[in-house]
């Protein structure tokens, strides 16, 4: 027992002498090494870390930006809509007093919604058996004031103006349902044909028929928001004869800090949930949405991977070449006593510092420029405004997996070299 706790003793001391060394001769290499080799090395470990995390980022980002909006652009923080067999959440009164009286609620906003058309050439239209320019259609009545508190609809106007109380007769027509916006050709898709603000059309819904003017058209990349029309509350329960005030969507914004789930039990607590499907913002995303998003996670994850490939090969090659350039100087390292291990230590070392410089630099230049500045300036996709997605336990990881490469990258070639006999090393054989 004495015997091998003496030379685990020796064992822990030889390491600690072989690492001081390593470390002497790690500095004393880059010290005396070419600026611009160790520079060149420095920026490829600095864009391959950029790679491991931005790639990903920005491919999670697109449909994070996504999400983003569809949360603060239509569904709040938590959303209530009608059950499964209900054309609407009934008892609807009673359940928005209940939601006034939340001291957790920042505002909410209520929804009527019915499928329809929209047509616009029905007063120049000549035959019957010519096309219609009309558009299917998901009609909503809303309170203008409340929606635009909740969602800032009134800002995603792109040409006219937004409801107001006196607009009775007024239509704001999501962007996706004009020609115009969506230039596209799909089977089943019908699209309006050069309508502009001021135009009259004409809403059905059933047997129901109402002519409206033209104020705004709306666009926000959501397609809650850019596949519908927006008409006036107190219009529309007139045109569907909903005499009740029974609602079909009630969506709500939390105030900053407040856990949605715990206003989801909450609600559900009340007795809401006999009436109305509760759900988180996130709980009501679109399973397709969900399904991209992770798509798009692990095909970033297979490029950084491929970047961490290639940036291991490259500190190979980096290594392997120093130590074949200096195979006389490693030989006479070993013929004068230093230990193997010192010397592949100093390569390890020296792999190390390279990884580590690489990816101090990448952290400065994301998180102080690339994602302040991403955030401030989304990517303009079709489909959403892309921002880069960072989270630093993510990025942890890949700083991790990136000088773990690096540092089985540097030991491999040292270890090589190191091996080859010292007085064919020192001869150059």
Do not use: C
């Given at each position: ?149 909740l969602t800032d609809i009134g800002g995603k106007v792109i040409e006219g103006r937004y ?267």
């Amino acid at each position: 027992m004495k015997r091998t706790f003496s030379r685990s003793k020796q064992w822990v001391k030889n390491l600690v002498i072989s690492i001081r060394l390593g470390f002497f001769l790690a500095l004393r290499q880059v010290r005396r090494g070419n600026k611009w080799t160790t520079a060149l090395i420095i920026f490829v470990m600095m864009l391959t870390f950029l790679n491991l995390v931005v790639v990903r980022g920005v491919l999670v980002g697109l449909l994070q930006g996504s999400t983003n909006v569809y949360k603060s652009g239509y569904a709040g923080d938590v959303i209530l809509t009608n059950l499964p067999k209900k054309n609407f959440i009934e008892n609807s009164p009673s359940i928005i007093e209940t939601i006034e009286t939340l001291p957790w609620v920042e505002a909410y906003s209520y929804r009527y919604v019915e499928s329809g058309e929209i047509e616009a050439n029905y007063k120049t239209r000549i035959r019957l058996d010519e096309d219609s320019n009309s558009a299917g259609a998901s009609i909503v009545g809303i309170n203008p004031e409340l929606e635009d508190g909740l969602t800032d609809i009134g800002g995603k106007v792109i040409e006219g103006r937004y409801l107001t109380r006196d607009d009775s007769d007024g239509i704001l027509i999501g962007a996706n349902l004009l020609r115009k916006y969506l230039d596209i050709e799909a089977p089943g898709l019908t699209l309006l044909e050069d309508v502009e603000i001021g135009d009259r059309v004409r809403m059905k819904i059933g047997e129901n028929l109402k002519e409206f003017t033209v104020i705004g058209f709306l666009q926000s990349k959501v397609d809650q928001i850019d596949f519908r029309v927006f008409v006036l509350d107190t219009t529309f329960r007139g045109l569907i004869g909903r005499g009740d005030y029974n609602v079909d969507e009630i969506a709500i914004k939390l105030k900053p800090g407040v856990d949605p789930y715990f206003v989801k039990d909450a609600l559900e607590r009340s007795g809401v949930s006999k009436y109305a499907k509760v759900q988180t913002w996130d709980e009501s995303l679109p399973k397709f949405l969900l399904d991209i998003q992770n798509t798009f996670g692990l095909l970033g994850n297979v490029v950084g991977s491929i970047g961490l490939a290639v940036a291991s090969i490259t500190i190979f090659i980096v290594i392997f070449i120093n130590a074949i350039t200096r195979r006389k100087f490693i030989g006479i390292l070993k013929g004068i006593g230093i230990k193997s291990s010192a010397i592949e230590v100093a390569y390890i070392i020296q792999a190390i510092f390279y990884a580590a410089i690489g990816i101090i630099i990448g952290l400065v230049i994301l998180y102080g420029f690339l994602v302040p500045f991403i955030d401030a300036h989304p990517i303009p996709f079709p489909f959403s405004d892309g921002i880069l997605v960072a989270e630093i336990p993510n990025t942890a990881l890949r700083a991790l997996l990136l000088m773990i490469a690096t540092l089985i990258a540097g030991y491999i070639p040292a270890k090589i070299v190191v091996r080859q006999n010292t007085l064919d090393s020192i001869l150059g054989r």
